[in-house]
């Protein structure tokens, strides 16, 4: 298993049959597509994790995301799932164009400009 990389983050259960708002991160195309299993997973320490299948979303006017997952039928179920982040294996992402690169992936980089001067190492885009 390679890099995990977190797509999304589960927000608040929405009415009362299993829908969730989501926060994603990133643009990977597919990553949120029906039949897409993904991992949830607690951010707490010891924290367990479980897999999920994306039964329909949609995006949100708001920038957010509303989710429904398999086997997640009511706002008790959903409530289960509010906080934990939704992760992927990097190979599992969308290949991007010649010189594209995603977010994460200039983390830790050495900004430099044009003169080659440093101005520090990227931490957060």
């Known amino acids: 298993m390679g890099r995990r990389v977190t797509v999304g983050r589960i ?8 829908e969730l708002f989501l926060e994603r991160y990133g ?9 897409r299993s993904l991992d949830a997973r607690s ?3 010891g924290g367990g994790s479980r897999r999920v299948t994306v039964v329909a979303g949609r995006p949100l006017p708001n920038g957010k995301w509303l989710m429904r ?3 997640v039928d009511d706002r008790d179920a959903a409530r289960e799932l509010t906080g934990l982040v ?7 992402l969308a290949p991007l ?6 977010r994460f992936q200039l983390i830790g980089l050495k ?9 520090g190492v990227v931490e957060e885009v």
Request: charged share 35%; net charge negative.
């Open 27 to 35: 643009d990977s195309p597919g990553i949120l597509d029906p039949g």
């Open 11 to 18: 927000g608040r259960a929405h009415g009362v049959r299993g």
């Open 43 to 45: 951010v707490e320490k």
């Open 97 to 102: 164009e010649e010189g594209g690169y995603y």
């Open 111 to 119: 900004a430099v400009t044009p003169e080659g001067e440093s101005l």
């Open 86 to 92: 939704l992760e992927v294996d990097e190979s599992e």
């Open 69 to 71: 997952f398999e086997g």
